[in-house]
Structure formats: C-alpha cells, structure tokens
C-alpha cells in the first residue's frame, strides 16, 4: 500500500521549537539594540557625574583636570536649572527626574502588556489598537518632557507656549510629515485596508504588519519588511477582499486520452477540501484545454483560495494533479532533444610521393 508522503507544515501552523529559536538573527539584533541604549545611558550618566565632579577623575592631568574644572565653572554653575539657590546641586530633582522617567516607563510597558494581552477578531478592531498603542507612546514621551522640564525648574506655562511655537515653526518645515500623518488617518476612518490584509503597493506584494501614524510596514512572503510612508501610498490593491485564484497548467502528451485526463483530473479535485480544508474551501475547478503546444495539450486548473494561501495551494494543486495523472497512466511530456549523425564519406588515402614509391 502507497502512502503519500506528508507536506511540510507551513509558516502560519508550524510551532516554533523552543530550542531552536533562541538565538535567532531577530532576537540577536534585538539583544544588540538593547544592550547598545543600556551602555549609551550609562555612558552618558557617567560623563555629567564627572563634569559636575571634576574631583572623581583622579587618573587625568593636572592640566586636563583644570580644564574640566573651568568647563564645570563656566557651564554648570551659572546655567544649570537643577542648582539651589546657595549654589549647590539639587540632588532632590535629579531623583524626582528619574523616578519620573522609570514611572513613564513602567506605565508604558504595562499599557503594551495589556494592549497584547488583547486579542481582537477583526482586524479593523487590530489595527485601532497598534494606532492606539502608537498614540499612548508619543503622549507619554510628551508627557516625560515637559513634566522633566518643569522638575528641572522651567515654567510648564512657557514651556507649552514654546512648543505651540515649535510645533508652528516645525509645520512649515515638516510638510510631508504632516501630509504622511493626515494620509495615515485617512487610511484608517476609510478602512482602506487592516493589519494582516494582503495588499500590494507599487509592485510589491505583502502582508501589512502595522499601521503607524507616519508609516506602514508590509512583509513580503520572504519576510522581508518594506517601510513605506503613508502619503506616498496612492494607488494599492487590497488583495484580502475577495477570495484569489491560484492557476495551475498541466501538461499531457498528444498521444495521451484526453477524455480519461479529464476524467482524473475531476475526481481528484473534488477530494481536495476533505484532504486540505484549510487551503480549500471549496473544490477547484476544472476549466479545460488552454493551450495546444507543439508537443505537448496544457489543461488549466483554478483554484478559490485566500491570498495568504494562494502559493502553497498552488504547490498542492500542481503536486496532486502529477500523481494523479502518474497513477491513470497518463504521460507528462517532457523536452526531448534528438542528435541526428549523418553517414560520413569513406576518406580516399592520399597518393605516395615519387620518392616514396622508389624506396
């Protein structure tokens, strides 16, 4: 008895091993960015500890130590908004600053735990809470500057009115980036597409992984991420709305029976959704002879899938209809190349020299 061997699980269903996915490029890169913004705060604390306390730099010069005295004179003395009114250094809102800074992201971190713990059916209601989730980081950025401004002793009044005047300033200059963020409002009230829609934007073909307020981000099927700015996202074909057809042409030999093909070929199809429901909902079709070739009848097959799944059940398709031609007997045609070898003409001897017939 035959058994067919079983198909390879695909990327949606296939559960990641936890053994092997440790150390994965992804998780790699995102160790290496973690670690960098680690190091690049603690060497940025460390370089204000020095310059408000030229005295911890006990391994420079005389000369190089004079130098950091007269910067920490010149700078942190006069214009340093955390000093006390005698002079001294207000370590009480340095504290409060970064109690402030650790509470904005624990909050942070606590509102994405539950935003993921969120599990939406539709993705409209998905895509609302990555905008969401976008809006609550920018607000508590905001949020952390201007609070960490008014601890460091600026006026919270000003500092508003400064960035009204900033943010006036800034739209003059930053036309596309007010352009991108209105284009990514648009997209969201019209529904024009959702996360996890397959879509296909100036020739690139992929599912959208977010909807930022500035950007989308698209995966092809090769996990590659294209970034594209929500403005410039003009003409797109939303390829999720309505079910796609995967095209599959097979060929037989002319000297094949045509009418038992077909009749093989039908019988199987109508097998499919009981053996792969999750690709086909419905059984394909059969549509008949597409093309006559010089060797070879094409007949063409068509398949109702979902995008998501058109590749892999186009594999399927062509897979089941090699073996169930293989099985009724019916030939594939295959490029043949016939080497002809023409009769060569017997070579008459060459005549002797004189000289050689004397001797």
């Given amino acids: 008895m035959n058994h067919e061997p079983p198909l390879p699980p695909t990327g949606r269903g296939q559960e990641r091993n936890p053994i092997m996915s440790k150390n994965t490029p992804a998780e790699k890169k995102q160790q290496k960015k973690s670690t960098a913004r680690i190091v690049g705060i603690a060497v940025i604390l460390l370089i204000l500890l020095c310059l408000n306390a030229p005295n911890l730099l006990f391994f420079l010069k005389p000369e190089q130590k004079e130098a950091v005295k007269l910067f920490h004179e010149t700078y942190f003395t006069k214009y340093a908004p955390v000093r006390t009114a005698e002079g001294g250094f207000d370590w009480l809102r340095i504290v409060s600053l970064l109690f402030m800074i650790a509470a904005c992201w624990a909050v942070y971190r606590i509102v994405m735990w539950i935003l993921s713990k969120i599990k939406l059916k539709s993705r409209h209601a998905e895509t609302i809470k990555g905008l969401v989730a976008n809006l609550i980081r920018y607000g508590i950025v905001i949020f952390a500057i201007i609070y960490g401004l008014n601890l460091l002793g600026a006026d919270i009044l000003t500092v508003i009115a400064s960035l009204g005047i900033l943010a ?192």
């Fill in 168 to 359: 006036l300033i800034i739209g003059f200059g930053a036309q596309s980036l007010i352009e991108d963020i209105f284009a990514g409002l648009f997209i969201l009230f019209e529904g024009r597409f959702y996360v996890g829609d397959i879509i296909s934007v100036d020739g690139f073909r992929g599912e959208v992984k977010s909807i930022g307020i500035v950007s989308t981000q698209i995966a092809d099927a090769g996990g590659n991420i294209r970034i594209i700015n929500n403005s410039d996202i003009r003409v797109l074909t939303n390829l999720s709305e309505v079910s796609s057809v995967a095209v599959s042409i097979v060929s037989i030999a002319y000297g094949a029976d045509l009418l038992k093909a077909e009749k093989v070929i039908t019988e199987m199809l109508q097998t499919l959704p009981q053996r792969y429901p999750q690709y086909y909902p419905v059984p394909p079709r059969y549509v008949g002879v597409e093309t006559l070739n010089e060797s070879s009848v094409d007949l063409k097959v068509i398949a109702d899938v979902q995008e998501s799944n058109i590749y892999m059940a186009r594999r399927i398709l062509n897979r089941e209809l090699k073996l169930c031609l293989d099985a009724g007997g019916i030939e594939i045609p295959f490029p043949q190349v016939v080497v002809w070898q023409g009769k060569e003409t017997p070579k008459e001897p060459a005549p002797a020299a004189p000289g050689d017939a004397q001797e």
